[in-house]
């Protein structure tokens, strides 16, 4: 199985993540649920119009954690728009329930992959496997 397919199942599991973001010299933290594996790249999606949009334009270093109660992932990595409308359908049909929010080529809907990936796994009883992705 690819690092990938291992990072999207450990975030199926936990079901919300926190992804950190900087502004100006501020970090900025928030939870986020939708997640697509799409052309062998994890996706993540946010409206353009949303502080992290924005904060992710000027700077898009990020830092992404998933827990669950006896292990954890951590992913740094820069996320890169995708300005296709058939990566954002593609990623709105695997996230259903972002549907009343956003549409495909609707101007609000941005998709991010991560490049330049690396991810950790952690839990306080094995040793961190960490992976570039």
């Known amino acids: 199985m690819a690092v990938v397919d291992d990072v999207k199942k450990f975030m199926d599991e936990c079901g919300y993540y926190f992804l950190a973001t900087v502004e100006g010299d501020q970090p900025r933290v928030r939870p986020f649920g939708?997640?697509?594996?799409?052309?062998?790249?994890?996706?993540?999606?946010s409206g353009k119009v949303k502080a992290v949009a924005h904060q992710l334009a000027a700077n898009p270093k990020v830092e992404l954690c998933a827990s669950k109660p006896d292990s954890w992932i951590r992913i740094t990595g820069r996320l890169v728009e995708d300005p296709r409308v058939e990566v954002q359908e593609t990623f709105l049909d695997a996230n259903p329930g972002l549907k009343s929010m956003y549409a495909a080529g609707d101007g609000n809907t941005a998709v991010y992959y991560f490049d330049?990936?690396?991810?950790?796994?952690y839990s306080f009883v094995s040793e961190p496997r960490v992976e570039k992705f």
């Open 34 to 45: 939708a997640h697509a594996i799409i052309d062998g790249r994890l996706y993540l999606q």
């Open 116 to 121: 330049d990936a690396e991810v950790g796994f």
